[in-house]
Every structure is written in structure tokens, then in C-alpha cells.
């Protein structure tokens, strides 16, 4: 697959197809992680192994283009490594950068604000592994922000898997333990000044525990994982 370059020329090319005009006064943040094997779903493969892992990551990968792709904001994928050109974000529906900063939270509070200085007034974010996620749970979010400052997806481990706001508030991305359990409770202590609503709660992938009893998973598994097998 296709890189960002580092001649002047094709670097100049990029900047200028990376520059973009809002369409929509909505924004979808979606964080995805390049797809390497042993660099994605680290926590299962130790269960399921590196290849297992990879093949389930892009499984997922294409779960959130199916659930994305259709709504009616503009929608932006942020890569954890490279920008790929070529590959299954169409970069006709799904505007393409990179993500900046030392953590998670940096992350995350870098994209934010780079979408409300282009112009957005709702930007929502969400992982690529939540399988129980869909297309009506993000138009549903967007719904929220209307008349809510924040919304929260929070996950069954702790976490959250969307978070929609209408303002930068840097406090809700910062001094989190990010990748434990207790990231939700934290952040809502940051909004306890804060009017928000939180969704239904959601899985997201991240143990072999996770994924042993859906079916959509089984074929991704060896053998000796897979339920079905006889």
C-alpha cells in the first residue's frame, strides 16, 4: 500500500488533497491502528496468537467502514502509523490523517481540536473494535449532542467507546490511566460540573473472553478455540 511521501513534490500534492472544507457542521473521528501482525489486539493474541489476532482486527476494521460509511457527516480516520491511500477507507467517503501526541488522551484531545478549528460544531470519536457497535448508535450520539454538552458510550471494561462534545475540554483527556478500568469514572468526574448523557453500554474487543461465544468470531479462531469444532 501507498505511503505519505517525503519528496517536495508528492509532499505538496498531499498537503493540498489533506486540506479540507467541512460539508457538514457534524464530524466522525474514527481511531484505527495500522493493521501489522503482532501490533494489533496485543491482549487477545495472547490467547489466540499474533496471526488470529490480525485477521480479527481487520474483521473489525470492516465492521466500523459498514457501520460509517453511510452517515451523513463528514468523516475522518486517524491512523496510528502511516496514512495507507489504498486501502478499505475509501478516500472518497473517509478523510485520512495521523494521529499526534504521547497518549491516548493527547491523542485524542489533538484530534478534537483540529476538527473544531476547522469549523465542526459536534465531533464524535470511536474505536475500530467495537463489534456491538452500529450505524444508529452514532446517529443517535450526534441526535444527543443537540441538547447535551456531552455523550458517552461507556464500555464494559471501564472505558468508553464514543465520546461526542460540542467544546474542547481538555480536561477529560488528561491524568488518565488510559487502558484500565477506571478511565469512565474518571472522566465523569471531570463532568460532574458538565451536562452529559451516557448510552448503552458495549463491548469492545479486547480478550479472548470477548469474543469465545460470537459466532462471527469462531472462524478466525484455531482450532482448538473454535466452539464449533469437532
Known sequence: MPLLT???TSSDNEMARDFYFPTS??????FTRNPELGKVKTR?????????????YKFLLKHTVAI???????????????????????PEIFRKKLQTGTDLGEKMQNAFSELFDMGYEKVLI????IFELN??????????????ETVIGPATDGGYYLLGIKELNVAIFQNKNWGTGTVLEETLADLRQKKYVLLEE???VDYFEDIKEIDAFQQFLPPYLDKNFL
Open 135 to 148: 450505524q444508529n448508535d452514532i446517529e443517535n450520539a450526534f441526535e444527543v449532542l443537540q441538547t447535551t
Open 126 to 129: 470511536v474505536g475500530s473494535d
Open 25 to 30: 457542521k457534524k464530524a466522525l473521528i474514527i
Open 202 to 204: 458495549r463491548n469492545d
Open 68 to 90: 460509517t460509511k453511510n452517515l451523513n457527516v463528514d468523516k475522518y480516520v486517524f491512523y496510528s502509523e502511516n496514512i495507507h491511500r489504498d486501502d478499505i477507507w475509501n
Open 6 to 8: 517525503s519528496n517536495n
Open 44 to 56: 487477545l493474541a495472547k490467547t489466540v496468537g499474533d496471526e488470529s489476532a490480525l485477521e480479527i
